[in-house]
């Protein structure tokens, strides 16, 4: 007997994405489902940069399929689609940006900066369009990190071009003021900085603009949770009480101004000694996944407190370019993916559907 579409479905319904833990049915991945007597072909649509996981999802559902009793040619093409998700209510989206991912920390030394551009690269290493906003006015170190020196140009007058650093798009105060100048700035000053970073640099089609936020819960957060379209935010911390302490107000900033929680991730986590191999818990133990629980809010992942993190970011070549094939770059794009499911299990946007009305005297 041929094959039903009907079987193919039953058995799509048995194949778990391993990324968002979701069957392709369900999350509506799997479409343009053709039966031409026994063969089979369909699409898998998923709603995350995938370019690692590919292979492997295709093999998932090819193998379950080549399971049907009589199933001839089986042709599986995977791909990966990313669109804009709803932000906070009257708050409209930034030309050429789909998604915006605040990292933040309610306190400073936790390795936040570290983690956001690792981040951004593991989310352009997983094949988005990725961009990074340094907001923190008063100590930008995103150019450092990414090794970018030199100015913007503005080839209008009115609008900076972003700079580029390991495929990133880039902007910073860094950028338009020498290193060793202080931001000498009022509150109002530095909102008004950060939102014409933001809007007047020309980004280029972005899946992604992750924005490093500088520690704490003053102007700038602010500033963003009311005029910025945030799609979710991912806080860092260590395992540290005082840190957690911060991260915790953190947390709850974002909630009130209804900016989703996307997860956390506990930085410097554990301890391994280079020399013996040593483990220890240097900041304490189990902190981040506390708060995850205390809050019902994804853990994304740990990092260890590691000398070559710390080295790579200082010499302009984060971890994820630097050693790609490394267990800390590993743990970067795990999370990085998870960060990106939990942004494509947001509501969508459907703004750009709707049509504009216009009054006018004819």
Request: charged share 20%; hydrophobic share 40%; aromatic share 4%.
């Amino acid at each position: 007997m041929p094959i039903s579409e009907l079987q193919v479905q039953t058995a799509l319904k048995e194949v778990i994405d391993p990324n968002t833990h979701k069957d392709f049915i369900t999350s509506k991945s799997a479409r343009n489902i053709k039966v031409d007597g026994n063969d089979v072909s369909l699409d898998v649509v998923l709603g995350y940069p995938a370019k690692s996981q590919m292979e492997i999802i295709r093999k998932l559902v090819a193998d379950k399929l080549g399971t049907l009793a009589g199933i001839g040619k089986i042709a599986v093409n995977v791909s990966y689609k990313i669109v804009s998700h709803s932000v906070q209510r009257g708050v409209k989206l930034i030309p050429g940006v789909k998604n915006v991912i605040a990292v933040a920390s309610g306190k400073g030394g936790v390795g936040k900066s570290t983690t956001a551009v690792n981040l951004a690269l593991a989310l352009a290493a997983e094949g988005a369009n990725v961009g990074m906003l340094d907001a923190d006015i008063y100590g930008p170190s995103q150019p450092t990190m990414l090794g970018i020196v030199g100015r913007p140009e503005s080839r209008d007058g009115k609008t900076l071009e972003p700079m580029e650093g390991h495929g990133l798009q880039a902007m910073s105060i860094g950028f338009l003021i020498d290193a060793e100048t202080p931001m000498v700035w009022r509150g109002p000053m530095v909102t008004q900085a950060l939102e014409q970073l933001l809007n007047d640099t020309r980004w280029r089609d972005l899946d992604y603009l992750v924005v490093d936020l500088p520690p704490g819960t003053g102007d700038i957060q602010l500033t963003l949770a009311q005029r910025v379209p945030v799609t979710g935010a991912v806080i860092v911390t260590t395992p540290q009480d005082i840190a957690l302490i911060d991260a915790r107000k953190g947390l709850k900033m974002f909630e009130k101004v209804g900016i989703p929680i996307l997860g956390i991730v506990e930085n410097m986590s554990i301890h391994i000694c280079s020399n013996c191999g040593h483990e220890e818990h240097v900041f304490g133990e189990g902190g981040g996944e506390r708060m995850s629980a205390d809050y019902e809010i994804e853990f994304l992942g740990a990092l260890p407190l590691d000398m070559r993190i710390r080295k790579e970011a200082d010499s302009g070549t984060p971890t994820v370019v630097a050693a790609p094939d490394s267990r800390i770059a590993e743990i970067y794009r795990d999370i990085a993916r998870r960060v990106a499911v939990k942004v494509a299990e947001q509501s969508q946007d459907h703004s750009a559907a709707f049509p504009k009305i216009v009054i006018q005297n004819t």
